[in-house]
């Protein structure tokens, strides 16, 4: 049997967890955030590799979405403040054919009237918000 690969994505700014106004984000790195949920996928799922991917730059990430469509069995992405302006990257999501979940670790709909509105949703079979860095593991 071979393994399935899930591909997390984390956009801008993400790599400045545990700085980047933590009464907000919390107090996690995205690298502890990453390794919860290595701890977690490969204690209770044998069959189960994972890639992480972030970066500040959406032609990059609309790449690795690309990249996913014939190598993973599915995405995981938190795509940070692209939520409310890419649709390049709801274009990209929108071409596979594979289970895809947006993440927040805020609740949006707690925050700023402009952050309740995400172009990536419509590119997912699902959103998951507000449970801090649960939200991935939740996903």
């Known amino acids: 049997?071979?393994?399935?690969?899930?591909?997390?994505?984390?956009?801008?700014n993400l790599?400045?967890?545990?700085?980047?106004e933590p009464e907000i984000y919390g107090?996690?790195?995205?690298?502890?955030?990453h390794e919860k949920i290595k701890d977690h996928l490969y204690k209770n799922y044998k069959d189960i590799d994972i890639n992480f991917f972030q970066s500040n730059e959406e032609g990059e990430i609309?790449?690795?979405?690309?990249?996913?469509?014939?190598?993973?069995?599915?995405?995981?992405?938190?795509p940070g403040g692209f939520s409310h302006t890419s649709v390049a990257i709801l274009d990209a999501l929108l071409v596979l054919?594979?289970?895809?979940i947006e993440v927040h670790l805020s609740n949006l709909f707690k925050r700023e009237e402009f952050r309740h509105h995400s172009f990536?949703?419509?590119?997912?079979n699902g959103?998951?918000?507000?449970?801090?860095?649960?939200?991935?593991?939740?996903?």
């Not at 049997?1 to 801008?12: R, T, V």
């Not at 790599?15 to 980047?20: H, S």
């Not at 959103?127 to 996903?139: K, P």
């Open 27 to 33: 107090s996690e790195t995205l690298k502890n955030i």
């Open 15 to 20: 790599n400045m967890l545990g700085e980047r």
């Open 127 to 139: 959103v998951i918000c507000g449970f801090g860095s649960n939200s991935y593991l939740l996903a």
């Open 97 to 100: 054919n594979i289970p895809k």
């Open 1 to 12: 049997m071979s393994k399935k690969i899930i591909q997390f994505i984390d956009g801008p």
């Open 120 to 124: 990536i949703s419509k590119g997912v």
């Open 62 to 78: 609309v790449s690795c979405i690309q990249d996913a469509k014939d190598t993973c069995s599915g995405i995981i992405i938190n």
